[in-house]
């Protein structure tokens, strides 16, 4: 995905003014900065936040009542969640020829065990294999590559087939053996939606599932697999939007984007807590500072991203006929590692205007554009709706080994990265807004056929 960077310059281009709209509003988000106790409102008060569940209504009621403190013009909308995936329970254990627990957690939308969980025999797959006729009664178990920040495997729509195949076999339930290091489990989405899963599944951690395979070499294997789940619906879902009017062009736009909704095994600090709270901030910022861009700057705090943007594309769906006048898009929701440039979505032409918005930064040395168009973010919805549309392209070290995990807690965001990630939306959202010509053309229907990046 990398090897499409095109840099940009490689400092600042000229020395920012003492005074202006950009300094102010840098050293508003890098002074003692309301993002950090933002940050622990959301993630310590409110915790991981399925779409569906309680605490996502509470985030959302916490956003609304964030932006309305700070002056800006706020309100939720409704959209319709066909079915939320909520688990209250996952248990595993190894019950023979040793007992010894598991660390598992379910794949979103894995159906319920039956009452009391399932107990069977293992059997083993290798990455790649294709479960068979040896599957049937048995527990499936998938072996992986190690990756300890990369995507893990297999990808979403691989392993959907996957599960839908071991059904088809007459398998028990899938396992499927963690990429990451320190038995760590987190939420590996089966492909998008909400429809439930044909056969209950999870991922198991790797060192436990790595004990298993080497017990199974040797004979049989039992093991035990609970998972309970809630999964009401259809369910009223919302999106928080907000305005701040520009001054002269009012009838365009840039929209500033991140979800509210996270996984729920962790606390969504970095997916996307510290994306949420960086946009809330620059539009309290620009209220705050009463500064007036030319064009209306708005945000757009989603819900149902996890499930697949399903938050963005219902707020695309309603917002149709304002599309065409949004000047520009951008997406935070890479958590809070440093802004390397943009993932422009095939819009190379728009990578190139956008790098100098990044040259105020100062921590920001060499920004570069990513062309590719493989994104499964919030970004997609609007870029395939025509937007000039763009995800904030991020160091990947503090998310990568935490993203959808346990560990994704506020512990894991420095507070130094999210003022500078506040101040960078506060500083990109000014310029894109304040620039006498908008940025990007709006273009519908794009063509081709875009890859498809994991889930
Ligand atoms: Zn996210």
Redesign the pocket.
Known sequence: MLAAACRGPSRPSAPAPASGPVPRLLSRALGPAPVEADLASLCDGIGGRPTGSRACDRAVDWALGRLRDGGVDARTEEWTLPRAWLPTREEGSCLAPARFPLRVAALPRSPATPPGGIEAPVAVLSEGERPGAASAGRILLVATRASADGPPKPDGDALRTLVEESRAAGAAALLVQGARPDDVVYRLAPGEGTDPLPLPAAVVGREGAGRLLRLARNGEVRVSLRVDVDAPGPLAARNVVAEWPGRALQGESVLLVA?LD?WDLGTGAL??GV?AVAILDAMRALRELDLRPRRSVRALLTTG??QGRLGSAAWVERHRAELPSIALAVVA?LGAGTVLGFRVNGRKELGRELLPLLAPLPWIRAPYYLASRDGD?DDRSLADAGVPAVLLWQDLTPLGPRWHAGTDVLERVDPLDARRLAATVAAVAWQAADRPARLGAFRPAPTGTPERALR
Do not use: A
Request: charged share 55%; aromatic share 0%.
């Open positions: 979800h996270s997916d996307d994306g991203e996890e929701d973010g």
